[in-house]
């Protein structure tokens, strides 16, 4: 058999803000993953130098061994900026023991469970506006489910009529037929908060999501009994320590762990088994590249409470590329009547044009999210 030690492991800039992984083994395998984190790929690239230190010479198949080396080993743990990286190393790690075996990944972690899964599109951009032609879009495309921000800026306390506009929009898009779901982005604070969703509990919203922050656990497990519509969180939740007190609390009805965040399709698989004693669903989190997106669609075949998909096509980030750009195989990621297949190729079953990343990374990209002020010039959350 052919060494499978790892040989060489390299970071891509890809527009229009991943950061793409690429491990190749010392007899020719290879397997890609994705570790973007929005506004941060610096810092996640530079973690690599580490993790080249730890793992060049390693034998890739021994997935378990290296993630917890990775996550343990360096005594700081945890946090978006290592956990971006060691998420992106773990997908690559799978997708070559994948193409070893002639198996999806699913196939090695139990075994399928569904054929396919529920996807949801954005609409509405960062500033939420011309949501009823954007839904209509969506409806045609065949999609049943959209999620919009809620609101732009708001202050701590704002007028009242700051909230007029979010429950037009959202009647907007359900006149189109659609489920609606609303994303707080943790733009609102607790004062704002209360008021709109005493306002959208009526809407029969698919799930709010991050009313508030989660750094504010007492303040959301308040929202929690405050109505029935069901809470999501979690992109901002790096591992299943992260996720276990709001499990516990009963915060959260849907979590939503970034698998390109959150420790990769191993941390992922475990955080959603927590989840499932707890009786919460999974919706993971996806507003990113295709790698993230057919990591999600592994975890997706053999996770029994992996409800909903998010997926990036056409969403406002993508101005110059678009999900499909750098995928030979397209028709894998590609919705048909508003759900996604879970890819039957093997490791992560999509193939990435490897020609077109190397020549946009060396132009590499320098994407950073906006930063907002209310009109008295204080900071706005974005």
Known sequence: MKSMNIERIETFFVPPRWLFVR??????????????????????????????????????????DIWQVAYRGGFYRGGPVLMSALSGLDQALWDIKGRMLGVPVWELLGGQVRERVQAYAWIGGDRPDQVAEAAQQRRLQGFR????NATAELGWLDSPSALDGVLERVSAAQQEGLDVALDFHGRIHRPMAR?????????????????????????????AGHGGTPIALGERLYSRWDFKGFLASGTVDIIQPDLSHAGGISEGRRIAAMAEAYD???????????????????????????????????????????????????????????????????????????????????????????????????????
Not at 29 to 48: I, K, N, P, Q, R
Not at 309 to 317: D, M, R
């Open 145 to 148: 489910a959209v999620k919009m």
């Open 195 to 223: 008021q709109l969703l005493r306002r959208l509990e009526a809407l029969r919203l698919l799930f709010i999501e991050e009313p508030l922050l989660c750094e504010h656990p007492e303040a959301l497990l308040g929202l």
């Open 280 to 382: 919460v669903a999974v919706a993971p989190h996806c507003p990113l590249g295709p790698l993230a997106l057919a990591a999600c669609l592994q975890l997706a075949g053999c996770t029994p409470n992996v409800v909903l998909q998010e997926v990036s096509l056409g969403i406002h980030y993508n101005e110059t590329h678009d999900l499909l750009t750098f995928v030979k195989n397209p028709e894998v990621l590609t919705p048909l009547g508003g759900q996604l297949q879970i890819p039957t190729g093997p490791g992560l079953g999509i193939e990435i044009d490897e020609a077109a990343v190397r020549e946009v990374h060396r132009d590499r990209h320098r994407w950073r999210n906006p930063v907002w002020r209310t009109p008295d010039g204080s900071l706005a959350e974005w």
């Open 23 to 64: 491990v190749e083994t010392q007899g020719g395998a290879v397997g890609w993953g994705e570790a973007s984190l929005e506004g941060h790929a610096e810092a996640v690239d530079g973690v690599f130098e580490a993790l080249r230190d730890r793992f060049l010479g390693q034998d890739a198949r021994r997935i378990e």
